[in-house]
């Protein structure tokens, strides 16, 4: 295993931080949760991280079982680094800690930077359990250049990468201003007004989607 500091506790949450609990990797695992990634990616990805710290971080992941690196299609050098099944179950801690987190984010944070794809990790983090419809609907969500849809079905929620043949309800808007609405920096109906988000869809489908969002 690589070296590093211990907490020494017979205690599953010291266990697990002793895990993923340094600088940079929680972030690291968010990258991967979008897609797997190239180790360039992550670089362009994580600005500041530096790639000996990335490859450590990797190399450490790797070795815990929690990722896992796999060929490239068509690319006999190249290689993905993708979660494993172990990673896969901070999914849901991961985003219940996202959501946690926006209300810790303010105006001075609005300069860092920011990815449409995150804005993909952010609606799956603010789904109310409580607040899903019981109709089956399609929202699609076009943040800056990438577009995803969340589907209702039968009291579930599924989220899928690209758009819809035919959605209930299509939000555009740049990632930024998707972001600020998720810490409520900015309301639905104040970016609506300046023009910086667009609804298209039945206005039912509207207050379905913004309710089970929070964001009513």
């Not at 990805?45 to 790797?62: F, Q, V, W």
């Not at 589907?151 to 309800?169: C, I, M, W």
Request: charged share 25%.
């Amino acid at each position: 295993m690589v070296g590093k500091r211990d907490y020494g506790q017979f205690c599953g949450l010291a266990a697990g931080l002793n895990v993923i609990g340094e600088r940079w990797t929680l972030l690291i695992v968010r990258e991967m949760l979008i897609s797997p990634v190239r180790f360039n990616e992550l670089i362009d990805n994580l600005p500041g991280i530096g790639p000996n710290l990335l490859s450590d971080r990797l190399r450490s992941l790797t070795e815990h079982g929690v990722i896992e690196h796999v060929p490239v299609p068509g690319d006999g050098r190249g290689k993905l680094y993708q979660l494993t099944e172990a990673g896969r179950e901070l999914r849901a801690p991961l985003l219940q800690l996202a959501r946690w987190g926006m209300s810790f984010l303010g105006e001075n944070d609005s300069d860092g930077v920011v990815r449409a794809e995150w804005g993909f990790l952010a609606v799956q983090a603010m789904i109310n359990e409580d607040a899903i419809p019981d109709v089956d609907e399609v929202y699609e969500f076009r943040v800056g250049d990438h577009t995803f849809a969340v589907e209702v079905k039968s009291g579930q929620v599924a989220f899928t990468r690209g758009g819809s043949a035919d959605p209930d309800l299509v939000i555009t808007s740049d990632p930024d201003t998707f972001v600020r609405i998720g810490a409520r920096l900015t309301t639905p109906f104040a970016a609506i007004a300046t023009g910086d988000v667009k609804i298209e869809g039945d206005v039912e489908a509207i207050h379905r989607c913004t309710h089970m969002l929070g964001l009513t």
